[in-house]
């Protein structure tokens, strides 16, 4: 996906001028052409099917290092790469060299690229429960590329771009921000960017299309839909938001769709009657043994304990906090507003942690009571310093620890200003329980799978649910992995996803 403009307060009548400065450096002709996929004429500037495939080689390593690379299972690879080239067989540009990855990463989330680049991340797999369904989100994501989605966001702020430098429009009179002219966004950033209400139901629609000339089933599109949503609301629940408030990088947040839109796109599509594979079978036993969470490589969240078994190292995070993993940084958060992030840093020079934290780290801030530490025989320095935050003002407690030569691990403390004295000791006792661990602790050290096993007669949820990672919620996400409604019970013989360490 192309990064999206931010119009801000820009009016219909400064947007057009935009659009007509524009227009009048390059000419019209060649800019609106009629997309073959849609059947409606679209604006791609000057921007041919070649530029997208280019954009798309140029950032596909871009997305794999911002989502912890490709998940390297070569059967199950496979399978999805040959689901989507089945699906691509219908689509109307034959010219784009379509690439289905599996992203290594737990989040919940799929996208693409100009150029036929499609992406589908480990966390997405664990909840689709058939192949019809992983058909549905690919077929979408494919719409996407064929509709040429992204080409149109992109020249239609390249061309407003064009306007602005021009002098077509005022920056000031339009209120347009700076950041406009800044096309250069991380590719990973600009690919999760959310669609609009149109594109999102032509993408439905052609998906359906595309989902349907392959022989699958339509309706798994809305099935499919309905589970992701009950999987919003549980993950909202652990992080500790608002019901049904979803993080940026959660796909019902990227794609802003109803399960009535879906079925509005099948009855435009006019071809969804209900008939068409599902092949449950086929995908339960693809995705049997395919790991689950967090990749060893990249560390291991157990309860309230983040363990990096390559770096050789662990702390634990305050009781309650929600831990979530990610390639560059660990974020923890409390039900009550508290937050901690774990990242690495360059030390830039500093030749111990004190002059770390004063002089690089936090050299813009102002520091209190700056202190030196050792934490397991490392050199390290903590000071505080106040924020604002969305609700209000902050208290921030930064911590760095020497690494070595060239690294220091960095951890931030964040809480509400009036819960300060409720966390301070709290906070400091998570920093202090950073801890390098043997290679024989590390060894041991295993990824979480997702196994589908047939249910026992005597087999419960409370029971089959007690492996996954999520405490006090393992329940309700046991039932989202297993599409069991909140008072449906488990039937002997029932294939179920459990996971096993």
């Known amino acids: 996906m192309c990064l999206e403009p931010e119009y801000h307060g820009l009016n219909r009548r400064q947007l057009l001028a935009g659009l007509a400065g524009g227009a009048a450096l390059s000419g019209s002709a060649g800019c609106v052409a009629t997309n073959a996929a849609s059947g409606r004429e679209s604006f791609t ?50 010219q784009y060299p379509y690439r289905f990855t599996i992203l290594n990463t737990q989040i919940v989330n799929a996208f693409a690229l100009p150029g036929g680049f499609i992406y589908i991340t480990r ?11 992983l058909a549905g989100v690919l077929a979408h994501e494919l719409a996407h590329v064929t509709a040429r989605h992204g080409a149109e966001r992109r020249s239609a702020q390249q061309v407003a771009q064009l306007g602005l430098l021009l002098g077509s429009i ?44 392959a022989g699958y089933n339509a309706d798994a599109m809305a099935t499919f839909l309905g589970s992701l949503r009950e999987h919003s609301q549980v993950e909202s629940r652990v992080l500790g938001l608002p019901p049904g408030k979803l993080d940026e990088f959660n796909i019902m947040s990227t794609h802003p769709r109803t399960i009535e839109r879906v079925k509005q796109a099948q009855q435009a599509a006019a ?9 449950q079978e086929d995908y339960l036993n693809h995705i049997d043994g395919m790991m689950f969470g967090d990749d060893p490589k ?56 004190f002059d770390y934290l004063r ?11 700056l202190e030196s530490l050792t934490i397991d025989g490392l050199d390290a320095a903590t000071a ?35 819960q300060t004295g409720r966390w301070a000791q709290l906070f400091r006792r998570s920093g202090l329980s ?68």
């Open 170 to 213: 005022g920056l000031q009179a339009a209120g347009l921000p700076s950041g406009l002219m800044q096309i250069g966004q991380t590719a990973a950033l600009a690919a999760i960017k959310g669609y609009s209400r149109e594109h999102e139901f032509e993408a439905d629609t052609l998906g359906i299309r595309y989902m349907s000339q």
């Open 384 to 418: 505080w310093t106040t924020g604002r935050g969305k609700k209000g003002p902050v208290r921030i407690r930064a911590l760095a620890i020497r690494a070595g030569q060239k690294q220091l691990y960095r951890f931030m403390f964040i809480s509400p200003q009036d």
């Open 359 to 369: 002089h690089v780290w936090a050299a813009k801030s102002q520091l209190h009571d």
């Open 434 to 501: 950073f801890r390098r661990i043997s290679k024989r602790a590390a060894a041991k050290l295993r990824a979480n799978r997702l196994l589908v096993v047939p249910a026992r007669a005597d087999d419960n949820i409370a029971g089959l649910a007690r492996t996954l990672p999520y405490g006090r919620y393992n329940e309700a996400w046991f039932r989202v992995l297993n599409d069991l409604a909140p008072n449906q019970t488990i039937r002997k013989n029932q294939r179920l996803k459990v996971v096993a360490g």
């Open 45 to 94: 500037g000057f921007r041919s099917i070649k530029d997208d495939i280019a954009e798309g080689r140029a950032n596909h390593p871009k997305i794999l290092k911002s989502f912890g690379g490709a998940y390297e299972e070569r059967r199950l690879s496979n399978y999805v790469q040959n689901i989507g080239l089945r699906l691509a067989k219908g689509a109307e540009y034959q």
């Open 123 to 133: 966390g997405l797999l664990s909840l689709a429960s058939s192949e019809a369904e």
């Open 298 to 353: 990249q560390g291991l969240i157990r309860d309230q304990t983040f363990i990096h078994p390559i770096l050789r190292f662990e702390f634990r995070a305050p009781d309650e906090f929600h831990l979530r993993n990610s390639p560059t940084r660990v974020e923890g958060r409390h039900p009550d507003g508290a937050m901690m992030v774990f990242d690495a840093g360059p030390a830039k020079g500093a030749q111990s942690a």
């Open 271 to 279: 071809q969804s009657n209900g008939q068409g594979r599902w092949g």
